[in-house]
Nanobody
Framework: VQLVESGGGMVQPGGSLRVSCVAS????????MNWYRQAPGKERELVAS????????NYAPSLAARFTISRDNAKNTVYLQMDSLTPEDTAVYYC??????????WGQGTQVTVSS
């Protein structure tokens, strides 16, 4: 099983970034996919979730207006589009897969830095 994130980097405040996570080693559509983030000195927090089919999404209330999660089951890939970024969005962003049986997998994370 592998989850490999990419697309992180440095962006100026007000900018946009899309991070991706490619999955392998399991039946991707059987898993809900989640994005978490962890800022320095803070606990890891759930950012957004998408169901296995992609029909249902959920967001941290404070991020719903700026972040969009989506998935492409044909490509075994989940995305997180982040707009109007602020320095407070600086964190390591982690991809997570969760089955209905409780199986859970994590990626290694990708750093997103918002700074002028």
């Amino acid at each position: 099983v592998q989850l490999v994130e990419s697309g992180g980097g440095m962006v100026q405040p007000g900018g946009s970034l899309r991070v991706s996570c490619v999955a392998s080693g399991f039946t991707f559509s059987d898993y809900a996919m989640n994005w978490y983030r962890q800022a320095p000195g803070k606990e890891r927090e759930l950012v957004a979730s998408v169901s296995g089919s992609g029909a249902y999404t959920n967001y941290a209330p404070s991020l719903a207006a700026r972040f969009t999660i989506s998935r492409d089951n044909a490509k075994n890939t989940v995305y997180l589009q982040m707009d109007s970024l602020t320095p407070e969005d600086t964190a390591v962003y982690y991809c997570n897969a969760l089955s209905s049986y409780g199986d859970r997998y994590w990626g290694q994370g990708t750093q997103v830095t918002v700074s002028s």
